[in-house]
């Protein structure tokens, strides 16, 4: 049985992994963008086009990885080793997102052209350098300078070789909007930058395609710079147990998720509790009077129960306790909003009614089809040959059904203990909407509306893995109800 479990757990892990790579591909494969929703667009990611809404989804992307590539994704979220800017420094990262668009010039060939970003001073950069960067970019700014001057500018940028270049493609992208003239703004930069660079400055067209061209360079041929990751935070990812931080709340989810299963674990395990402690006897006594009215009864209510929709059902109870003046049971929340003003007992009674509702929600569907299973389950048993060995031996009816045809029956119910688990931990999305719950079930929803690829990941990673326990449960169990069946 030890070599059994260790297998079992072993595998585990590359299936874990597997569900992983199958929810990222899903997740970037659907239509929408986080950063889109996150600027208030539809689910399609439709944005206008304004500058400032373009850049302020582009610094977004940048923020959370969102602009490099999705091997590169994926092996972060993974880990154990941090590849973002802040990991470790045993990798380097672009410093700019790399944006680039092959455009076919009216004369004939191509042109890459780079979409302009501001970049900023690269890591690392002495302060006085920096310093003399933004006054002789200021000085190639300047049409009045003079050309001594501006050659002075040139010779110092090139200088200070890739270190000036955010100086540089700083003033580019001030410049980007510029109307073409010859001589100009335009043309002193981008020759301070051929000056620093094999970057050639292309003739015979616009202003703005030269810079466009300029960031294409960058992006692409020659440039694209690469700094070392600063080492801050060197261990990320799944495999540190670390799941990042919501990307537009910025709460740490692993904390988020203790405290929203520390709502959902206990009011489903109660309901799952309460469910078998119903069902089994249900399905029971059906067996024990099938064919008879009662049978008939027992049947009817609990086919009417499994077929209610459990969001109307949840509905119902909203409208009974809430809006009829029947106002013996609180409807939404955990707690009324001056509980914690209440002594212990009373805070406690308080939470206990606050649960009854959504436990007779998330209960009643499965007690229904639990004690279908078990009715069934039990139904084969007693047509078994030594069960009516059993009997002939002269038997008690209690004896022969609790004691030789309980165990065996049970196997069809504890092989549902598959799907308790991930429901013990994902909880009902349906029924936390309804009571205005802060579950799990909940919190999964809020990810998928704002497109967080972290909640997204997290919820769905974890109720992967509690379903391979549910399994692994319930193959152990087999064994302890039925002696017959050993795991090798």
């Given at each position: 049985m030890f070599a059994?479990?260790?297998?079992?757990?072993?595998?585990?892990?590359?299936?874990?992994?597997?569900?992983?790579?199958?929810?990222?591909?899903?997740f970037h494969?659907?239509?929408g963008?986080p950063?889109?929703?996150?600027?208030g667009a539809?689910?399609?990611g439709d944005?206008?086009s304004?500058?400032?809404?373009e850049g302020r989804v582009a610094?977004?992307r940048r923020?959370?990885?969102l602009d490099r590539?999705?091997?590169?994704?994926f092996l972060?979220?993974v880990?154990?080793v941090n590849?973002?800017?802040?990991?470790?420094?045993?990798?380097s990262?672009?410093y700019?997102e790399?944006?680039t668009?092959?455009?076919?010039?009216?004369?004939?060939?191509?042109?890459?052209l780079?979409e302009?970003?501001?970049?900023?001073?690269?890591p690392?950069?002495d302060?006085l350098?920096?310093?003399?960067?933004e006054?002789w970019?200021m000085?190639l700014?300047?049409?009045?300078a003079?050309?001594?001057s501006?050659?002075?500018?040139?010779?110092?940028l090139a200088?200070l070789e890739d270190?000036g270049l955010?100086a540089?493609?700083?003033?580019?992208f001030e410049?980007r909007?510029q109307?073409d003239?010859?001589?100009?703004?335009?043309d002193?930069?981008l020759?301070?930058l051929?000056?620093?660079?094999?970057?050639?400055?292309?003739?015979?067209?616009?202003?703005?395609s030269?810079?466009?061209?300029?960031?294409?360079?960058?992006?692409?041929?020659?440039?694209g710079y690469?700094?070392?990751?600063?080492?801050?935070?060197?261990w990320?990812g799944?495999?540190?147990l670390?799941l990042g931080?919501?990307?537009q709340?910025?709460?740490?989810?692993?904390?988020?998720l203790?405290k929203r299963?520390?709502?959902?674990?206990?009011l489903?395990l109660?309901?799952?509790?309460?469910?078998?402690?119903?069902?089994?006897p249900a399905?029971?006594?059906?067996?024990?009077?099938r064919g008879?009215?009662r049978?008939?009864?027992v049947?009817v209510?609990?086919?009417v129960?499994?077929?209610?929709?459990?969001f109307w059902?949840g509905?119902?109870?909203?409208?009974?306790?809430?809006?009829t003046g029947?106002d013996l049971l609180?409807?939404l929340g955990?707690?009324d909003k001056?509980?914690d003003?209440?002594g212990?007992?009373?805070?406690?009674?308080?939470?206990i009614k606050?649960?009854?509702?959504?436990?007779v929600?998330?209960?009643?569907?499965?007690?229904?089809y639990?004690s279908?299973?078990?009715?069934?389950?039990?139904?084969?048993v007693?047509?078994q040959?030594y069960?009516?060995?059993?009997?002939?031996?002269?038997?008690?009816?209690?004896?022969?059904?609790?004691?030789?045809?309980?165990?065996?029956s049970?196997?069809?119910?504890i092989?549902l203990l598959a799907?308790?688990?991930p429901?013990?931990i994902?909880g009902?999305?349906?029924?936390?909407?309804?009571?205005?719950?802060?579950?799990?079930?909940?919190?999964?929803?809020?990810?998928l509306?704002?497109r967080?690829?972290n909640i997204?990941m997290?919820?769905?990673i974890?109720v992967?893995?509690?379903?391979?326990?549910?399994?692994?449960?319930?193959?152990?169990?087999?064994s302890?109800v039925d002696p017959r069946?050993r795991h090798e």
């Amino acid at each position: 049985m030890f070599a059994f479990i260790l297998r079992r757990l072993l595998l585990m892990i590359p299936t874990t992994f597997g569900v992983a790579l199958v929810i990222f591909a899903i997740f970037h494969a659907a239509p929408g963008d986080p950063a889109t929703v996150m600027m208030g667009a539809g689910g399609a990611g439709d944005l206008s086009s304004s500058s400032d809404v373009e850049g302020r989804v582009a610094r977004f992307r940048r923020k959370h990885g969102l602009d490099r590539s999705l091997v590169v994704q994926f092996l972060d979220y993974v880990g154990p080793v941090n590849l973002s800017r802040d990991g470790a420094s045993w990798f380097s990262s672009p410093y700019t997102e790399r944006t680039t668009e092959e455009v076919e010039l009216e004369g004939g060939g191509t042109l890459v052209l780079g979409e302009p970003l501001l970049i900023g001073t690269l890591p690392g950069t002495d302060p006085l350098d920096a310093d003399h960067a933004e006054e002789w970019r200021m000085t190639l700014l300047d049409d009045g300078a003079g050309q001594s001057s501006w050659d002075e500018a040139s010779r110092g940028l090139a200088g200070l070789e890739d270190e000036g270049l955010p100086a540089i493609f700083t003033s580019l992208f001030e410049l980007r909007n510029q109307s073409d003239q010859a001589g100009g703004a335009v043309d002193r930069t981008l020759a301070a930058l051929s000056a620093s660079t094999d970057f050639r400055m292309p003739e015979g067209i616009d202003a703005s395609s030269r810079v466009g061209r300029a960031f294409g360079w960058y992006y692409t041929e020659g440039g694209g710079y690469r700094v070392q990751n600063t080492g801050e935070n060197t261990w990320g990812g799944l495999l540190a147990l670390d799941l990042g931080k919501e990307m537009q709340g910025e709460r740490p989810i692993g904390a988020e998720l203790l405290k929203r299963m520390s709502v959902s674990v206990p009011l489903s395990l109660i309901s799952v509790m309460l469910a078998y402690l119903l069902a089994i006897p249900a399905g029971i006594f059906s067996v024990r009077n099938r064919g008879t009215r009662r049978d008939g009864l027992v049947t009817v209510v609990l086919f009417v129960l499994f077929a209610i929709p459990t969001f109307w059902a949840g509905l119902m109870l909203l409208q009974i306790f809430g809006k009829t003046g029947w106002d013996l049971l609180p409807v939404l929340g955990l707690h009324d909003k001056d509980a914690d003003q209440l002594g212990t007992f009373a805070y406690a009674w308080d939470t206990i009614k606050h649960c009854i509702l959504p436990i007779v929600t998330l209960t009643y569907g499965s007690l229904a089809y639990l004690s279908r299973q078990m009715r069934a389950g039990m139904m084969d048993v007693i047509s078994q040959d030594y069960i009516r060995t059993a009997r002939a031996k002269g038997l008690s009816e209690n004896v022969v059904i609790y004691k030789h045809a309980l165990r065996n029956s049970m196997i069809p119910v504890i092989t549902l203990l598959a799907s308790i688990l991930p429901v013990l931990i994902g909880g009902s999305i349906i029924v936390e909407m309804v009571f205005d719950i802060p579950g799990m079930g909940l919190y999964a929803f809020e990810g998928l509306t704002k497109r967080d690829f972290n909640i997204l990941m997290a919820t769905t990673i974890l109720v992967g893995i509690m379903t391979q326990v549910g399994i692994l449960l319930s193959d152990i169990t087999y064994s302890l109800v039925d002696p017959r069946i050993r795991h090798e």
